[in-house]
């Protein structure tokens, strides 16, 4: 049976979970959630996360919510798979595992916050806050600062190989990319902006953005 995924193309979370099933080059039916509907806050979706937010996963009898959880599934599941995304070598896995909680816990409040500001708001035919801005900005910075620091010694995040630490942050970078955000404090960082661009062109990712098209 075909893994499948409940969600929108253009939801980032939804992406994130998209951008495992597709390094893995796996079989999947995306079943589509109208969101502007409000079908994620009802029946049936609300069966697959009680919480009401995109994704879902459905892999046999296997139900799944959470993008991160969802991508770590697929990424041990399927490892023989596609692009390894996770490591068979528990160190080198714990090392994975720790910049997986980076992203997280220090990356995202602030990444995702800007994207809100610059990309959603604007959408939305809302004003952005250039307080708001500023005050993400200068949280990002010293976290971009460790990023500088580890790319230096490693091609990527979790070490010379792409995995689910560096996959984590693929929606919230395809959104500030481009921006005076970007520009100010991702492009000062040479290592950081060469990992970005690397990871921002791999296929699967870019399949996802295609996605976003149909």
């Not at 220090?106 to 994207?115: I, N």
Request: glycine content about 6%.
């Amino acid at each position: 049976m075909a893994l499948k995924v409940y969600g929108s193309p253009k939801s980032s979370a939804t992406q994130r979970a998209l951008a495992a099933v597709k390094e893995k080059q796996l079989e999947f039916e995306l079943v589509p959630v109208d969101m502007a509907s409000g079908a994620h806050k009802k029946e049936p979706f609300i069966s697959l996360n009680p919480f009401g937010q995109v994704p879902a996963l459905q892999d046999g009898d296997l139900t799944l919510f959470e993008s991160r959880a969802i991508a770590s599934y697929i990424g041990e599941a399927y490892a023989s798979q596609g692009t390894p995304l996770v490591s068979q070598d528990p160190k080198e896995n714990a090392i994975i595992s720790v910049w997986c909680e980076v992203e997280a816990q220090k990356f995202d409040p602030a990444g995702s916050k800007l994207a809100w500001e610059i990309v959603y708001k604007p959408m939305f035919g809302m004003t952005t806050d250039p307080a708001a801005v500023e005050e993400h900005e200068a949280k990002l910075s010293p976290v971009l600062d460790v990023y500088e620091a580890r790319l230096t010694v490693s091609k990527y995040l979790g070490g010379n190989n792409f995995s689910l630490a560096d996959l984590y942050h693929l929606p919230s970078l395809q959104f500030l990319v481009g921006t005076p955000t970007y520009k100010k404090v991702f492009e000062s960082r040479p290592k950081v902006d060469a990992w970005v661009k690397d990871i921002l062109a791999r296929p699967a990712w870019q399949s996802v953005i295609e996605m976003q098209k149909n």
